[in-house]
């Protein structure tokens, strides 16, 4: 009964291929997120989706595409994979509420070669 | 820009101590901070969120504190245990920023040794 998970757990891919990194919350909150985290181990927001809808882009790269089919779900999908793209993704969930506790899932580690 | 700092980078302590981890903010104006603890390898789990309103925080062994007006916070660990081992980070979530979003600080690494 995870709260956040994330699929795969471990990615290694080749330049310039395309993936994708699905997330699935069933804590029935109505924002999602993803986060970066670097080699150095920085954690900074990607994007976050609020009942399907964008809300944040934090200038990321137009490579990255976030999908959310429905409140519960938000994949990330990555074109034409770079070196630079090698981090842990973090999907997360909270309520609408900008006070609200945040959950996260366990990562993807993704590594490109 | 809201930046956070966690002091120290690592810590090592024997089993039994209390210890203090720290966190700073350059704007006081938040609607909450978030401690949360990294396993290798896993995700984050969330340790203690503190309100803005509020000064602290409680949960077994962890205590953590809010001093907004002077943008800092501590994670106290009373009677450290090997498993106590991992990477604790501190995150807020400010006024007039996207919404919900949260800016990490860099993360302590501790080690607690049997």
């Known amino acids: 009964d995870t709260a956040v998970s994330q699929t795969p757990k471990y990615l290694v891919t080749q330049m310039g291929n395309d993936k994708s990194i699905k997330c699935e919350q069933n804590l029935g909150h109505d924002t999602m997120y993803w986060y970066k985290q670097d080699s150095k181990k920085f954690l900074k927001i990607m994007f976050s989706y609020n009942n399907k809808e964008l809300i944040i882009n934090e200038t990321v790269p137009n490579r990255f595409s976030p999908k959310s089919p429905d409140k519960a779900h938000l994949n990330l999908h990555i074109n034409s994979l770079e070196l630079g793209d090698s981090a842990v993704y973090f999907c997360?969930?909270?309520?609408?509420?900008?006070?609200?506790?945040?959950?996260f899932g366990q990562g993807t580690r993704l590594t490109v070669v | 820009k809201q930046e956070v700092t966690q002091i120290p980078a690592a810590l090592s302590v024997p089993e039994g101590e209390n210890l203090v981890l720290n966190c700073s903010f350059t704007?006081?104006?938040?609607?909450?901070l978030q401690w949360f603890r990294q396993d290798p390898g896993k995700g984050l789990t969330s340790l203690l969120l503190i309100q803005s309103s509020q000064r602290e925080q409680t949960s077994g062994r962890l205590n953590a504190s809010l001093d907004k007006s002077s943008g800092r916070s501590t994670l106290y660990i009373a009677a450290s245990q090997p498993g106590d081992s991992a990477t604790y980070l501190c995150?807020?979530?400010?006024?007039?920023?996207?919404?919900?979003?949260?800016?990490f600080g860099q993360g302590t690494i501790l080690t607690v040794h049997p």
């Open positions: 997360a969930s909270s309520p609408f509420n900008l006070a609200a506790e945040a959950f």
């Open positions: 704007d006081s104006a938040i609607y909450n």
């Open positions: 995150a807020v979530t400010s006024v007039g920023t996207s919404y919900g979003k949260l800016t």
